[in-house]
């Protein structure tokens, strides 16, 4: 990618604001010469060492370097060029405007196994992508997936702040990640891996299919303890009529030990993913819709 010193405002239009993080702004920008829409995500610097506002340069330029390295693949989103200003440095990355698939499941409650299926699908297929370069992403959760356009099952990971190389061998120990998608390692501070990422993946899973957050607590402690000591269960409400493939494809991710934890390979190949679910034939398993009614 280029970093473009020509000023950024002089590329492109400002539109609207699409999202807003801790530290970031999304705002959809337009290119004044060739018309095309992007997704600009401004990240505000760090003024001071000591500053508990703004990102480091450090955490900016591996965000960047994550997203040179995993471009090219149709589930993660595309960079497309690198701005700074005197506040902020600004990422310039491929319009995902099918809204988030947060969105789409809240709006349904809970999706069948196979729309289920071929969102987790895509997701599993991004992530070996990630894994393949010896990236972990480190946030996987549906607020950082969305669909590419409205009303069509193509599916982009958007975010990767968090995302970090990760050298086989290498040990990288950080307290990151929502609460209610963290795997046990990272409650306890031990070593993050590839591993981590397929517990989000278990989590996305089961909340898609149920519309319930496994581990969630009243509170942050108690969804850590829920975590730690791997408390879940498939409530009948939600899970009565889940083949029990799924519920065998959730049951191999949520394994504490992250030796024994289903890796990306193991996921893509597993009954629920390579079967009809997986391959979005139209077997509409009315699970959750018979609650949505
Ligand atoms: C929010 C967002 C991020 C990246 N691309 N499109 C939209």
Redesign the pocket.
Same mark, same amino acid.
């Given at each position: 990618v280029h970093f473009d010193d020509t000023p950024f405002e002089d590329v492109f239009d400002i539109e609207t604001e699409?999202?807003s993080g801790q530290f970031a702004v999304?705002r959809r920008v337009r290119d004044k010469k060739t018309g095309e829409r992007y997704?600009a995500?401004f990240i505000k610097k760090r003024r001071y060492a000591t500053s508990r506002r703004g990102v480091t340069r450090q955490n900016i330029e591996r965000e960047v370097r994550v997203l040179q390295k995993i471009r090219g693949h149709s589930n993660v $989103?595309e960079l497309h060029a690198v701005y700074e200003t005197a506040s902020d440095v600004i990422i310039v990355?491929?319009? $995902?405007?099918g809204g988030e698939l947060f969105d789409h499941v809240c709006a349904k409650e809970c999706l069948d196994e196979v729309e289920a299926a071929a969102f987790i699908k895509q997701i599993l297929l991004a992530v070996r992508h990630l894994h393949s370069l010896h990236i972990v992403h480190l946030d996987i959760k549906p607020e950082n997936v969305?669909l590419k356009q409205r009303g069509e099952s193509h599916i982009k990971i958007?975010?990767f702040g968090l995302s970090r190389e990760i050298e086989p061998g290498a040990t990288v120990k950080d307290m990151v990640g929502t609460p209610e998608f963290v795997a046990p390692e990272v409650v306890n501070y031990e070593p993050l891996s590839p591993a981590t990422d397929m517990w989000a993946v278990g989590v996305v899973t089961y909340i898609l299919l149920s519309g319930g957050s496994p581990f969630l607590g009243d509170n942050r402690d108690e969804t850590f303890s829920n975590i730690t000591r791997v408390r879940y269960h498939f409530s009948d409400r939600y899970f009565k009529n889940t083949s029990k493939h799924a519920k065998d494809f959730i049951s191999r991710l949520f394994v504490r030990d992250v030796d024994q934890r289903a890796t990306v390979e193991e996921c893509l190949q597993h009954p629920w993913i390579r079967g009809p679910e997986g391959n979005a034939v139209d077997i509409r398993k009315a699970s959750c819709i018979t609650i949505s009614h």
């Open positions: 699409l999202g999304v997704a995500k $989103v990355l491929e319009l $995902v405007s969305m958007i975010d």
